[in-house]
């Protein structure tokens, strides 16, 4: 059996988790995140500053190792890490020349847009 190389380590926070009060869920059975239900729902943002340990690079937030995917050079995945916000760690992945970017950002996508 091959052990993944990505751990999540959520050990530390386990306990915070669970006494955790969450918020319920509207009557329309909908979270309307970026508009109604945004306060209550907060702490499910990928750009909410909760530290996450993955491989073992500890990364602020969900965000920086989202963005950080994008390159194949350690260099720009150190300096999207070492990105103060959410948004800078956005806006430094922006700067990763397309011959340095993973596949997985450059191959062409389905386009599941309806007509």
Known sequence: MVEDPI???TAGRAAEEAARE???IPEDGRVLFYSRDRAEFGFL???RASPIVIGGVDRPTVE???QSQKS???RYSKAI???QTPNAAGSRSQTIPRALMADMWTRP???LRKP
């Open 81 to 83: 890490h070492a990105c």
């Open 22 to 24: 969450f918020p319920p």
């Open 7 to 9: 751990f999540v380590d």
């Open 45 to 47: 943002s990928h750009f």
């Open 109 to 111: 996508r389905a386009n």
């Open 72 to 74: 194949l050079d350690p």
């Open 64 to 66: 920086h190792f989202y």
